[in-house]
């Protein structure tokens, strides 16, 4: 037997479209003709075989038909209403072909998907502040934006901070120059307390409200930390010697867990979400992936996975709004790559080369969608759609690498620092559609009486 014959024609039966079969279907036999061989039932075979035999014998004998008979002839067939010249005819009409979808299924399916109108996205950032002595390091981070509207930055050994409902300005703090300079700041989940990392490895947390120091974290590194973030009560630090520390800031014995497995200074350190996983991502190349139930204090955690596709530092890292355990890294100069991880398994599930150095990554809260910040050659922000990763837009104005990148707590502005001392302010996810519905009139734009920072 022909496995391959059977194999084909089961598949050309499963090809085949249910809907266009459906509507294909008769109802029942007497429906189902064909519209170029004419109904039986219509037909009349008594008079067929008259025209075509007795009808001849009289065309071929004219003598032998008198006038009176051929009189009695006509009257007899228009009494019997046999003067007709078809001898096979349609009683009905044929049934009219059908369509494979009807027409008003298609106009209702048309109707009910209307077309979503693109969104404008401006080319240009909407207002651009002076941002003096912001120290032009690729492995820190510097730039934070707070739920409660306030955005912080560090210029050298001061942290500034700035209201972006009424405009003020204020200044947390300045360190002394054998602490600083600052190189990481990070907001609480409350909006209020900020947490300072310096250059000579303390970590301070500030209360923003007050402007008071609130205490300050010894111990956790040897060197400067670069790498800051919150999982509720946990300060989770990275430093320069390669150490992560989870530091529980109710206690007095605030270290809880370490996490070793970069040999090089951790740039890049992001929570998921759930707060069931952390991603790091360090000098030495390496992206990885701890798992939060196996953390232990009295010895250092054993990573969940360690991924070393990227060929450069990978310091920019974002978990994607919409799905719990989709990461986005990017690398370096020397990788210019973006690629997405499934960090259930380890798997990497795509790869962009983007021709530059990738220096921040940021998720639309609002669309699928991921703005990156690059270097050398444009210094520019790319707008990417997911999961096609077609570029959306390419926003140009920095002359320097840009940096550091923020997200406001609303989701539609974004501030990018760069080496070149500005501190520049897009609008490019736009306003989110509930926000739109709930407030019409449009929200003053940020930051709208500050023309410098200092």
């Not at 024609?9 to 090809?15: F, G, I």
């Not at 349609?90 to 009807?102: R, S």
């Not at 001392?421 to 019409?440: H, I, M, Y």
Request: aromatic letters at 8%; hydrophobic letters at 35%; proline letters at 5%.
């Amino acid at each position: 037997m022909d496995a391959g014959s059977v194999s084909s024609s089961a598949t050309k039966s499963q090809s085949r479209c249910p809907l266009q079969e459906q509507f294909l279907q008769r109802k029942n036999s007497r429906e189902n003709l064909d519209r170029f061989i004419p109904n039986r039932s219509a037909m009349d075979f008594d008079y067929a075989h008259y025209m075509l035999t007795e009808a001849k014998k009289g065309k071929e004998n004219p003598m032998a038909s008198s006038p009176s008979r051929e009189a009695y002839r006509k009257h007899l067939a228009e009494s019997f209403n046999m003067n007709r010249t078809r001898i096979l005819a349609f009683k009905n009409k044929p049934p009219t072909p059908m369509d494979a979808i009807p027409s008003d299924c298609s106009t209702s399916v048309q109707q009910s998907k209307p077309a979503k109108a693109r969104r404008y996205i401006p080319q240009t950032s909407e207002r651009t502040l002076d941002a003096p002595d912001l120290v032009d390091d690729y492995y820190l981070n510097l730039l934070d934006w707070g739920s409660s509207n306030v955005l912080a930055i560090a210029l050298g050994s001061t942290v500034y901070l700035w209201d972006a409902t009424d405009g003020n300005t204020s200044e947390l703090v300045t360190v002394e120059d054998e602490a600083g300079p600052v190189t990481s700041v990070k907001w609480a989940p409350d909006g209020r307390h900020i947490s300072v990392g310096l250059n000579n490895s303390d970590v301070q947390l500030w209360d923003s409200t007050s402007n008071r120091l609130l205490r300050t974290l010894k111990g956790c590194h040897q060197s400067r930390v670069g790498a800051l973030d919150w999982n509720n009560h946990i300060l989770t630090t990275g430093g320069m010697d390669g150490q992560i520390v989870n530091n529980d800031v109710r206690i007095r014995s605030h270290i809880v867990d370490t996490y070793s497995g970069h040999h090089q200074e951790v740039c890049g350190l992001k929570w998921s979400a759930s707060g069931q996983q952390l991603a790091s991502g360090g000098n030495d190349n390496l992206l990885h992936i701890w798992d939060r139930s196996t953390a232990s204090s009295n010895s250092p955690t054993q990573w969940l996975h360690r991924l070393e596709d990227h060929t450069a530092a990978v310091k920019a890292l974002a978990w994607c709004p919409f799905q719990g355990n989709l990461l986005a890294s990017g690398g370096g100069g020397g990788d210019k790559c973006i690629k997405f991880w499934n960090t259930h398994t380890g798997a990497c599930l795509n790869s962009v080369d983007t021709g530059s150095q990738v220096c921040a990554l940021l998720w639309n809260k609002n669309e699928r969608e991921l703005l990156s910040s690059h270097g050398f050659t444009q210094n520019q922000l790319t707008l990417w759609k997911y999961p096609s990763m077609v570029k959306m837009a390419e926003l140009t104005g920095h002359t320097s690498r840009v940096l550091f990148m923020a997200q406001s707590p609303d989701g539609c502005t974004v501030a990018s620092a760069a080496g070149d001392e500005t501190l520049r302010f897009w609008n490019v996810f736009g306003s989110p559609e509930v926000a739109a519905k709930a407030a019409p009139k449009a929200a003053p734009e940020p930051f709208a009486h500050l023309n410098r920072i200092r």
